[in-house]
């Protein structure tokens, strides 16, 4: 605490490690929340693509040594795949049934995925090595800082910029904010709606492999880590309000920084804040910060 | 095996022994987490309890009686614990149980051994509330406890004339303990050290980051922390590009110098780093060790072996040992037996305290450094901190 006040430095490291704990949240967050704008779905398995993403970073690059891109690339399309079979071969069969059906089998996929890792990877906590060039810290001039959260908290931009400009500035992007609008004029006026659904849920789901394949230096690969991640997510989208994206960038810097000054400033109690503001949040606007309240008849 | 292979095997047995046979035999109850997080734990241990279960039998049991085992999954849950160790007494009449793993469900089915009056022996708990507020006279313990192992950090922290101390634990009865422990010790060996920050994160956190450079800003030149499994792989892999372990040497408790840890981590483990362990499955300094590591790596097919099995194994041990000693396998009996009772272990002799019921289990303590010709981190000297406090 008396650091805090004392030493600007530790003040900047502080803000720094705040930026990209919210950063890779962010990643991870963005795709939970675009699936559920489009598809209205709140798929409890995210959590599970995310530990999935960590694993195969494990397998790609420590195991088979074929390097820390090709691990990403590798868990972003591992995390297609099973949302393509996801996607056909379960969810939409439930889109235009009640949310709790959805939930159901969501938290379904959640034990699935689960036992399968323990099948595939074992229950040994794992350990992802950085890539040699992200090893080791960077001169800041003031102070060194890790250079591998310095590429998190860069990385995580670039891929808001890159989502918001396919939404907003494609017409591809287009369409899928109409098909969140009226999916039946959608459809009535031609436009494939089913495959905007897979795109989506494809391109959710990949964000959650790569969000747990640039986590997995720091956060080792181990069975459980589902349903942590989850919890942080939900804090994020709520607080910056589900569907929206710029909720989610706002939303997960919140609880970057939140988390990273409430545990240096109550130490004992560093998760406590972050579910003062989702409270505070829910009983005034519970719709979140960038949300839009759900019209009647939704 | 699994649990309904035994069942069965001890089915077989009874009918091939006829009738009377049901007698000759000493029923064990053995709880550990083999499903879930806690399997990692737990699967080996059901090897060191399996490996010793067969050495007894195949030596003709014990006063011509076999040990069986029925074993239930702690699900590392002390309310499935419990249930399981009710379930065991109740339906399978189980003479004693063993195993355990987290200081909750030892707690758990220590309580149910109180209610039922049958022995328990704690093979892996830690926490020091077992053999002081909750003790009672069916429960044993013979793995090592907080108070030990912090005693054991203060003396690490007094040898290496470090003096500015940070603490990091995990916010739950095992960290706290430990931290309680690590403070007494420190009272004894090293009373100028001056403890600069308690830094605590909660049971399962993911990011240390925080913690780690609020400790580099403190000026620290000793860690000492509790953080076990993947809670220590996880701070290790954020802690090193800001160079905290170039700072401080970072002294553990919670056996990050196992094995399991150091082979996985490889040259991804930290510098600096002094922690304990039960066992090394490449240390002989107890003779009877080298033919234990032989048998467990052909049962487990790997030339390493983990820290685990061990602490199940003396389990085992000192049930055929007591058993033997009351000729009974009444609970009272067994219990007058254990306390008091020494036996010859692969990591040394081991004795129950008849007072406390805990036995002396101290622990392999030192340096995790580098070595030629393998890519991990081997403990070197190892040191056997024996478990006494004075």
């Known amino acids: 605490m008396d650091m805090l006040l004392s030493n600007p430095t530790f003040v900047l490291i502080q803000v720094l490690n705040s930026i990209s704990l919210g950063m890779n949240l962010f990643i991870i967050a963005a795709g939970l929340s675009l699936i559920f704008g489009v598809l209205r779905v709140i798929n409890f398995a995210h959590g599970a693509f995310y530990m999935f993403g960590a694993y195969i970073m494990f397998t790609v690059a420590q195991e088979a040594e074929l390097g820390f891109v090709t691990g990403v690339?590798?868990?972003?399309?591992?995390?297609?795949?099973?949302?393509?079979?996801?996607?056909?071969?379960?969810?939409?069969?439930?889109?235009?049934?009640?949310?709790?059906?959805?939930?159901?089998?969501?938290?379904?996929?959640?034990?699935?995925?689960?036992?399968?890792?323990?099948?595939?990877?074992?229950?040994?906590?794992?350990?992802?090595?950085?890539?040699?060039?992200?090893?080791?810290?960077?001169?800041?001039?003031?102070?060194?800082?890790?250079?591998?959260?310095?590429?998190?908290?860069?990385?995580?931009?670039?891929?808001?910029?890159?989502?918001?400009?396919?939404?907003?500035?494609?017409?591809?992007?287009?369409?899928?904010?109409?098909?969140?609008?009226?999916?039946?004029?959608?459809?009535?006026?031609g436009i494939n709606v089913p495959m905007i659904y897979i795109v989506i849920f494809v391109i959710g789901s990949a964000l959650a492999g790569v969000g747990g394949a640039l986590a997995a230096p720091i956060n080792s690969p181990t069975p459980g880590m589902d349903a942590t991640i989850i919890v942080e997510c939900f804090v994020i989208v709520i607080i910056g309000g589900l569907g929206s994206l710029w909720g989610s960038f706002v939303g997960a810097l919140i609880y970057g920084f939140v988390f990273n000054f409430g545990s240096v400033i109550v130490p004992n109690w560093q998760d406590v804040f972050a579910f003062l503001l989702l409270m505070a949040v829910l009983l005034v606007r519970p719709w979140g910060l960038y949300g839009k309240p759900e019209r009647e008849g939704h | 095996m699994t649990p309904t292979m035994r069942i069965t095997a001890a089915a077989a047995a009874l009918f091939a022994g006829g009738i009377g046979a049901a007698q000759a035999e000493i029923?064990?109850?053995?709880?550990?987490?083999?499903?879930?997080?806690?399997?990692?734990?737990?699967?080996?241990?059901?090897?060191?309890?399996?490996?010793?279960?067969?050495?007894?039998?195949?030596?003709?049991?014990?006063?011509?009686?076999?040990?069986?085992?029925?074993?239930?999954?702690?699900?590392?849950?002390?309310?499935?614990?419990?249930?399981?160790a009710k379930e065991l007494i109740?339906?399978?009449?189980?003479?004693?149980?063993?195993?355990?793993?987290?200081?909750?469900?030892?707690?758990?089915?220590?309580?149910?051994?109180?209610?039922?009056?049958?022995?328990?022996?704690?093979?892996?708990?830690?926490?020091?509330?077992?053999?002081?507020?909750?003790?009672?006279?069916?429960?044993?313990?013979?793995?090592?406890?907080?108070?030990?192992?912090?005693?054991?950090?203060?003396?690490?922290?007094?040898?290496?004339?470090?003096?500015?101390?940070?603490?990091?634990?995990?916010?739950?009865?095992?960290?706290?303990?430990?931290?309680?422990?690590?403070?007494?010790?420190?009272?004894?060996?090293?009373?100028?050290?001056?403890?600069?920050?308690?830094?605590?994160?909660?049971?399962?956190?993911?990011?240390?980051?925080?913690?780690?450079?609020?400790?580099?800003?403190?000026?620290?030149?000793?860690?000492?922390?509790?953080?076990?499994?993947?809670?220590?792989?996880?701070?290790?892999?954020?802690?090193?590009p800001f160079g905290l372990f170039d700072q401080v040497v970072y002294i553990s408790g919670g056996e990050i110098a196992s094995h399991e840890i150091a082979g996985r981590m490889g040259k991804d483990y930290p510098d600096n780093v002094w922690s304990n362990t039960y066992e090394l499955w490449y240390d002989h300094t107890v003779p009877a060790h080298e033919k234990f590591q032989a048998d467990l790596a052909a049962r487990a097919g790997t030339k390493e072996t983990a820290m685990w099995p061990v602490l199940a194994y003396i389990g085992v041990k000192f049930i055929a040992a007591a058993a033997e000693k009351a000729g009974s396998t009444d609970a009272d009996q067994l219990a007058a037996a254990l306390e008091g009772m020494s036996i010859d272990t692969p990591v040394g002799p081991r004795t129950i305290d008849p007072e406390t019921h805990q036995a002396d289990t101290g622990q392999f303590w030192g340096p995790m450094v580098r070595k030629e010709g393998v890519d991990y981190r081997v403990m070197d000297p190892v040191t056997y901190i024996p478990a006494k406090i004075d």
Not at chain 1, 108 to 135: C, E, F, N
Not at chain 2, 43 to 53: F, I, K
Not at chain 2, 113 to 128: D, F, H, L, S, W
Not at chain 2, 220 to 228: A, H, I, M, N, R
């Open chain 1, 73 to 189: 690339v590798a868990a972003a399309a591992g995390l297609a795949a099973i949302a393509v079979v996801v996607e056909r071969g379960l969810f939409r069969w439930l889109y235009d049934k009640e949310h709790l059906m959805q939930l159901l089998l969501t938290f379904a996929i959640v034990l699935l995925m689960g036992d399968l890792a323990k099948i595939i990877w074992g229950t040994d906590q794992l350990s992802v090595s950085y890539p040699d060039a992200l090893r080791g810290a960077t001169d800041l001039g003031v102070t060194f800082y890790p250079t591998y959260r310095l590429m998190l908290a860069v990385i995580g931009p670039l891929i808001f910029l890159g989502l918001w400009l396919l939404i907003e500035r494609t017409r591809w992007g287009r369409l899928t904010r109409a098909a969140t609008q009226d999916m039946e004029m959608l459809s009535a006026l």
């Open chain 2, 27 to 84: 029923k064990i109850g053995v709880l550990y987490p083999t499903s879930g997080t806690g399997a990692v734990y737990g699967v080996p241990a059901m090897q060191g309890h399996d490996m010793a279960v067969d050495e007894v039998n195949a030596a003709g049991g014990v006063n011509g009686e076999m040990l069986v085992t029925f074993a239930r999954d702690t699900k590392l849950k002390p309310a499935a614990a419990a249930a399981a």
């Open chain 2, 90 to 240: 109740t339906k399978d009449n189980v003479d004693v149980l063993v195993g355990g793993l987290s200081s909750a469900v030892g707690l758990a089915i220590s309580e149910v051994a109180r209610q039922e009056g049958v022995v328990y022996i704690a093979t892996i708990p830690k926490t020091i509330q077992m053999t002081t507020t909750k003790l009672h006279k069916h429960v044993f313990r013979t793995s090592s406890h907080t108070d030990f192992e912090g005693d054991a950090m203060a003396q690490i922290v007094a040898q290496l004339g470090k003096t500015k101390l940070c603490d990091i634990q995990l916010d739950y009865a095992y960290g706290h303990d430990l931290a309680a422990g690590i403070e007494k010790g420190l009272k004894r060996h090293a009373p100028d050290v001056e403890k600069v920050i308690d830094l605590r994160s909660k049971l399962g956190a993911t990011d240390y980051n925080a913690q780690i450079t609020q400790i580099l800003g403190t000026g620290c030149d000793v860690v000492t922390s509790g953080l076990w499994g993947s809670h220590f792989v996880n701070f290790a892999q954020q802690a090193q």
